[in-house]
Nanobody, 124 residues
């Protein structure tokens, strides 16, 4: 049973932009904090960005600050990650996640639900 579904990944060149979407099928959608993480094979899952339940508060990892922007549309039950000025080191599988809390959540262990992931590949 799919609870979170990512889309929008793909192959782009360095400097390009890409927007990821995450649709929530959770019955709690709209009252959960949500976040984006990414993972490269052989490495731990890395925090990218988080947004609180209302969408009024956000947090971004230093590595993406100023380039990536997280947002959400609770009416559409969808969260977004706008990625600009992409770099080869942004290449990873990107996962969306939802936490049963209303505030910002940076640590992966705070999240209760995860999507299957979408591949983002940035060529140099």
């Amino acid at each position: 049973q799919v609870q979170l579904e990512e889309s929008g990944g793909g192959l782009v060149q360095a400097g390009d932009s890409l927007t990821l979407s995450c649709h929530s099928y959770l019955h709690t959608s709209g009252s959960d904090a949500m976040g984006w993480f990414r993972q490269v094979p052989g490495k731990e899952r890395e925090f990218v960005a988080t947004i609180n339940s209302s969408g009024g508060g956000t947090g971004h990892a230093d590595s993406v600050k100023g380039r990536f922007t997280i947002s959400r549309d609770n009416a559409k039950k969808t969260m977004y990650l706008q990625m600009n000025s992409l770099k080869p080191e942004d290449t990873a599988i990107y996962y969306c996640a939802a936490a049963v809390t209303t505030g910002l959540a940076v640590a992966a262990q705070l999240y209760d639900y995860w999507g299957q992931g979408t591949q983002v590949t940035v060529s140099s």
